[in-house]
């Protein structure tokens, strides 16, 4: 531990130039005390550390001590420091480390270069979390990362349905975080099954360990599955009609790939346009559509078309009541 910390105390003097001893302490959360201590052990040890006094003070290293990381462009530097620590990397509890491996770099670096790092910082942010998305309770995580990491099977429990909860045992094959939401992908009876971390009941960790197919791929397992669920979910079809106004917000509402569609389109007389949407069930298309207003008018199917009307009218009867 106390060697983990006179090389992040080495790597900060050596990325930040003269720091305080209480400032130094902030950063490695311990007292001054042992900021001291850790002073003197590795100027005992060879490392030219000197401390000045007064209120402009602190601890520095000589100019010419310094480990150059040589061979990285200015785009490859600016690329490494756009990362931060991503809410994924700290639900699995590797913030210090990951920070720790970036100063290292970032010490490593030529004087030049390592200029690049706070301009950086300064320009660019990369937040993962969705706007109002509160974080999911994933109190099991932890112990699925260890069971993943050492190749160790898992007992679970989770209900596919309310009124129905099923335990498996189940050999880990990795995490995966998307859009800030982990799922768990593993394999049960020759099969291979993905589940929600939030959504499971109990986690229990068991000490029968488990060979991994060799020829599996996580990335390559993941897209595929992502790709049939959408084939899945999007299988109920609903065919819209589009004012004019409202066409240039489809892209946005539906993403790039409906373009296609409204350049083949052939507008009406009144400029609207015919287009054919898909959607995971009635209720997830009304309830999105319902969104557009007079922009988009179902057209069939016509149980979609009549839910819509029902809610329409629903809606409309509470406001006029409180109106007249």
Request: with cysteine.
């Amino acid at each position: 531990m106390r060697a983990d910390r006179l090389l992040s105390l080495l790597m900060l003097l050596q990325t930040r130039g003269r720091m305080t001893a209480r400032a130094l302490a902030d950063e490695l959360e311990v007292s001054e005390r042992t900021i001291y201590r850790d002073i003197t052990a590795l100027s005992t040890s060879g490392v030219p550390v000197y401390g000045e006094a007064g209120p402009d003070g602190g601890f520095s290293l000589v100019d010419n001590y310094r480990t150059s990381l040589t061979g990285l462009t200015e785009g490859e530097v600016r690329a490494l420091f756009m990362l931060n620590v991503p809410t994924p990397l700290a639900d699995l509890g590797v913030t210090q480390e990951l920070k720790t491996a970036l100063l290292k770099l970032s010490a490593a670096l030529p004087t030049a270069r390592r200029a690049d790092e706070t301009l950086v910082r300064q320009r660019f942010y990369l937040d993962s979390t969705g706007w109002k998305s509160g974080a999911e309770s994933v109190p099991y995580l932890q112990t699925i990362q260890h069971a993943v990491w050492h190749d160790q099977k898992l007992r679970l429990t989770y209900r596919p349905i309310p009124t129905l909860e099923l335990e498996q045992l189940v050999e880990p094959y990795g995490l995966v975080a998307k859009a800030g939401i982990w799922y768990v992908v593993c394999v049960q009876a020759g099969r291979f099954q993905v589940h929600r971390v939030s959504e499971l009941r109990t986690v229990r960790q068991v000490e029968e360990t488990f060979a991994r197919d060799s020829e599996f791929d996580l990335s390559t397992f993941w897209q595929r599955y992502c790709e049939e669920r959408d084939q899945q979910q999007a299988n109920y079809s609903v065919r819209v009609r589009v004012t004019r106004n409202f066409i240039f917000a489809l892209p946005y509402y539906f993403g790039n790939s409906i373009r296609a569609q409204i350049e083949s389109a052939r507008p009406d007389a009144e400029g609207r346009i015919t287009l054919d949407l898909a959607f995971s069930s009635l209720e997830e298309a009304r309830d999105r559509l319902l969104d557009f207003g007079r922009g988009v008018e179902v057209l069939s199917p016509l149980a979609l078309r009549l839910s819509v009307c029902d809610y329409a009218r629903q809606v409309l009867s509470v406001y006029e009541s409180q109106i007249s």
